[in-house]
């Protein structure tokens, strides 16, 4: 999406004036700088009064949501490793029934076997999950880190009055 004007931007975020500029909304804000000009970045960082704020909120937030997707995602995980190991614990316990055929018993062992294959899968699963969400947290917070950080470090050229 190429933006060429303030006026572009705030259509695109659909708010009305920079100071609408919520929290919610900052972080596509934030997605939308490398479509901008520096000159209109420049300008509407200069009219977000609490951009600061949002950065700071942004950055938190995103941690804050990292923390619950890998709290629950730890859960499930748990859940998903008990159940493959009482499925085993039962089908062990069945192995040592004289009364099965040595075909039962190799029946038996596929059994624990596939469930070993499941639970590592899941493992796998899992530990992608994390890998992923991790990924796009410090995709985003590095988002929102070098855009702070350009605004500090060009308060001499938006508003501050040093020299270029």
Do not use: C
């Amino acid at each position: 999406m190429s933006v060429n004007s303030e006026d572009e931007a705030k259509k695109a975020l659909n708010i009305g004036t920079w100071r609408e500029l919520s929290k919610d909304k900052f972080m596509e804000f934030t997605s939308m700088l490398p479509d901008l000009s520096e000159n209109v970045q420049s300008k509407i960082i200069e009219q977000i009064p609490h951009f600061r704020e949002l950065a700071t909120d942004s950055v938190q937030t995103i941690g804050e949501s990292f923390g619950k997707a890998l709290t629950s995602s730890d859960s499930s995980t748990d859940r998903v490793h008990a159940a493959h190991e009482e499925l085993r614990a039962a089908l062990i316990g069945m192995l040592n029934e004289p009364e099965l055929t040595f075909e039962q018993k190799m029946q038996i062992a596929d059994r624990i076997g596939e469930s070993v294959r499941g639970q590592s899968e899941q493992d796998t699963k899992h530990k992608n999950f994390i890998d992923t969400w991790y990924g796009r947290s410090l995709t985003a917070v590095g988002g929102v880190l070098v855009v702070t950080v350009g605004v500090i470090v060009g308060r001499g050229r938006i508003g501050g009055g040093g020299s270029p």
